[in-house]
C-alpha cells in the first residue's frame, strides 16, 4: 500500500479502532470534511471479513435516531459521522434522547481545524461543547506532522507515534464511557475530529487497512484484532440471553400487598425479567405498553384498574415496586401520593425516576437465574412456583372487570355490535386495538395518543407481540421512524404505530437509498390531520374551546396540515395501503411483506 496522507490515516484509525471496540453499525451523511471518514467507513464496509454495517442517510437529524435505534436495540456503541456546521447540531435530539434513555451513541463529527474557528471560514463553528448531556465530549488534536519526530511508517509527514496511538485510546475510552463499562451511566458520548486538506486518499490507495507495518506498530494496531486499551467491565447481560428467558428479577423482599408498577426499561427483554421476577414472588404488574409483550403476566387493563377508587378502598397497595419510566399516566401519579403507600424503586441504571419525590428505598435490578427468582428471595409454595396469590389474583380479576367495562368492540370487526364498524370507520382505539392483536413481531409506538390508547382499550399485545418499544427518554414526536428502523434492522420485523404529525415529523426516515439495507418496517399512520392527543387533555376540555373559539383550538393545538399521508409516502418511493375500516386495518397488517412499507389508517371525522 502506498502513503497516506495524515487525515486519511487517522479515519481509517479510528475506524479500525471501533471495530475492535466490537462496532458492528455505523450510520454515516455526506459532507466534504468528513470525507476521511466517509472513505474508512465505505471500504471497510465492502470488506466481508470485517463485521461492520454501513447506513447512509442524507438527513443528520434522521441519521441520529437511527444510530439510536440501532444502539438501544442492540446494546452496542453505534456512531452516526457528520461533517461540520449545523450537520453537528441536528443530532442533538437524537443526543438528548440517547442521555435520558440510556444509549450508547457515539456522535463522530468532523470539524475544520481549530484555527479556523472565530474566522468567518465556511461551516466552521465552535463544536467542541456544542452536543451537551453526553458521557464524554473529546476534542481529538489535529491529525498532521509533529516537530522532532521521525513520524510512522506508511503516513506522510512526520507523525508521532504518541499521536497515533491517542487516535486509538480516544476511541477506547468513549466507547468505555457510552457503555459505562467502569460502572457509570450507558449513554451518548461526542468525538469531535478536526481535518486538515488533504481529505482524500491517493488515488492508489484504495484498501481500508491502515499501513503496511508490522503488526505491533501503532498503525495497525493490536495484533489479534483486540483494542488498543482494552476496558474490563461490569460485564452486562446480553439482550440475547434475557431475551431467550435465562434471566429473572430478583426483587426485593416486601409484604404480599405489594404491587409492581412496571414501565419503559428501554429493552424487552429486562421488561420479560421483571415480569418473571414478580410472578415468582406472586406480586400482580401493572405495566405501561412499553413493559409488555405477547401473553404477558400484567394485570389486563391494569390502567383502568388505577383509576377505580372504589376499588382501590378496599385493595391498595402497602407497597408499591416502581420499575422503569412510568410516563403516560396520572393515574400512577396519584397511587402513589397515596396516604399509607410505602414507594420504592428498583433501578437498571445509576439514577431512577422520581417525578412525585416518594421514593422511599431504591434498589438495584439485579438478574439471576431461572429459579433463582425463588430461592434467592426465600420464597416458597405456590408463588416459588409463579402462581398468583390471592393479592394478584384480585387483582387480576379487577382488570378483566375493567375491559368487561370497557368493551364495546373497537377490536372486532365492521360489524361488532357497538364497535368501529364501516358506518362509524376507524378511531384512535380501534386502531391501536387492531395493530396491539395483528403484529407480528417487535412494535414500536409513537409518544402521544398511540401508547395511551393501547392501554385503556387493550388488554395487552397480541400474542405475536414480542416486545414493546419506543422513544420514552425524552417523548419527543421527532425521530420515531428512523428509531424504529433501527430497531427493525437489528431485531427484525417491526411494526410502528405513529399518530400523522409524528409521521411527518421523520418522513425523510423514508428516503433509503436504492443500496442501503432496508428495514423490514411496517409503519401504521393514525391519520385525522392533526395532533389528536390535545383534545384528550385540559385544552380540549369544553370551557376552555368553548371561551377560546374552537378555530383557535384547532389552529394552536391540533393544527392540521392537509398533507396527503398516502400520497407523501409514495412520493418517497415507499409501498402504501390505505385502511378505513376495522377489517381493512388487520388485513393490512396481517399481510407481512418484507421491506419498509406505510398503511395509512383513515380516522373517522
Known amino acids: 500500500m502506498g502513503r497516506v496522507n495524515p487525515s486519511t490515516a487517522a479515519a481509517r484509525v479510528l475506524v479500525d479502532e471501533l471495530v475492535r471496540c466490537g462496532v458492528t453499525e455505523a450510520v454515516l451523511c455526506p459532507g466534504s470534511r468528513s470525507a476521511p471518514l466517509a472513505y474508512a467507513l465505505a471500504a471497510t464496509d465492502a470488506d466481508p471479513a470485517v463485521p461492520l454495517r454501513l447506513h447512509v442517510r442524507t438527513d443528520e437529524r434522521t441519521a441520529g435516531f437511527l444510530a439510536l435505534g440501532l444502539a438501544v436495540a442492540s446494546g452496542r456503541v453505534v456512531p452516526v459521522v457528520t461533517t461540520s456546521g449545523t450537520a453537528v447540531a441536528n443530532l442533538h435530539p437524537a443526543v438528548l434522547e440517547a442521555h435520558h434513555q440510556g444509549v450508547p451513541l457515539l ?153 409492581v408498577l412496571l414501565g419503559d426499561l428501554g429493552r424487552p427483554e429486562l421488561a420479560r425479567a421483571v415480569q418473571a421476577g414478580a410472578r415468582a414472588r406472586g406480586w400482580p404488574v401493572v405495566a405501561e405498553p412499553f413493559g409488555r409483550f405477547g401473553v404477558d403476566g400484567a394485570v389486563p387493563f391494569g390502567i383502568r384498574v388505577l383509576d377505580d377508587e372504589g376499588f382501590l378502598a378496599d385493595h391498595a397497595p402497602e407497597r408499591v415496586l416502581v420499575v422503569g419510566r412510568l410516563t403516560l399516566h396520572r393515574s400512577v401519579g396519584r397511587l402513589v401520593r397515596r396516604d399509607g403507600v410505602v414507594v420504592e424503586s428498583v433501578t437498571a441504571g445509576t439514577t431512577w425516576p422520581d417525578p412525585g419525590h416518594r421514593v422511599q428505598r431504591v434498589h438495584p435490578l439485579v438478574l439471576g437465574e431461572p429459579g433463582d427468582g425463588a430461592s ?70 409513537g409518544s402521544s395518543r398511540a401508547p395511551r390508547s393501547m392501554d385503556l382499550w387493550t388488554p395487552g399485545p397480541g ?26 434492522l437489528t431485531q427484525g420485523p417491526t411494526t410502528a404505530l405513529v399518530g400523522d404529525l409524528t409521521f411527518l415529523h421523520d418522513a425523510n426516515a423514508l428516503a433509503v437509498g436504492p443500496g442501503e439495507p432496508r428495514p423490514d418496517l411496517t409503519v401504521v399512520v393514525l391519520s385525522d390531520d392533526g395532533g389528536a392527543i390535545f383534545s384528550d387533555l385540559e385544552y380540549g376540555r369544553a370551557p376552555w374551546r368553548e371561551a377560546h373559539g374552537e378555530d383557535t383550538f384547532r389552529r394552536v393545538f391540533t393544527t392540521p396540515t392537509g398533507v396527503d399521508v398516502s400520497a407523501l ?37
Not at 126 to 145: E, I, K, M, N, Y
Not at 466 to 488: F, K, P, Q
Not at 572 to 601: F, I, K, N
Open 107 to 259: 456522535a463522530l463529527t468532523a470539524d475544520r481545524p481549530p484555527e479556523l474557528r472565530g474566522t468567518g471560514a465556511n461551516q466552521t463553528t465552535h463544536q467542541p461543547g456544542l452536543l451537551r448531556d453526553v458521557r464524554l465530549a473529546v476534542d481529538l488534536g489535529t491529525p498532521g506532522a509533529t516537530a522532532g519526530t521521525a513520524g510512522v511508517a506508511g503516513v506522510d509527514g512526520a507523525v508521532d507515534p504518541a499521536q497515533v496511538a491517542s487516535w486509538r485510546t480516544a476511541v477506547d475510552r468513549c466507547v468505555s464511557a457510552a457503555t459505562g463499562a467502569l460502572g457509570g451511566a450507558a449513554g451518548p458520548v461526542h468525538l469531535n475530529v478536526p481535518f486538515r486538506d488533504p481529505l482524500m486518499p491517493p488515488v492508489e490507495v484504495a484498501t481500508h487497512q491502515v499501513t503496511d507495518a508490522p503488526a505491533a506498530d501503532v498503525m495497525a494496531g493490536r495484533p489479534d484484532g483486540a483494542p488498543w486499551t482494552a476496558v474490563d467491565g461490569a460485564g452486562d447481560v446480553s439482550p440475547e440471553q434475557v431475551q431467550e428467558g435465562t434471566h429473572v428479577a430478583l426483587l426485593p423482599d416486601g409484604p404480599e400487598r405489594t404491587l
Open 376 to 445: 434467592r428471595v426465600g420464597l416458597s409454595g405456590t408463588a416459588a412456583e409463579g402462581s398468583d396469590g390471592a393479592w394478584a389474583t384480585t387483582w387480576r380479576a379487577a382488570g378483566e372487570a375493567a375491559g368487561a367495562l370497557a368493551a364495546g368492540g373497537p377490536v372486532r370487526s365492521d360489524d361488532a355490535v357497538g364497535g368501529a364498524g364501516a358506518a362509524s370507520g376507524l378511531t384512535t382505539a380501534s386502531a391501536a386495538a387492531v395493530v396491539a392483536e395483528a403484529t407480528q413481531g417487535l412494535l414500536f409506538l
Open 463 to 488: 400474542p405475536g407481540v414480542t416486545g414493546v418499544v419506543g422513544n420514552r427518554g425524552l417523548a419527543g414526536i421527532d425521530g420515531c421512524l428512523s428509531t424504529a428502523a433501527g430497531w427493525a
Open 569 to 605: 409516502a409514495a412520493a418517497y418511493g415507499v409501498p402504501v395501503q390505505r385502511a378505513t375500516s376495522v377489517d381493512g386495518l388487520r388485513a393490512a397488517v396481517s399481510d407481512r411483506p418484507r421491506g419498509l412499507r406505510v398503511v395509512e389508517a383513515v380516522l373517522q371525522g
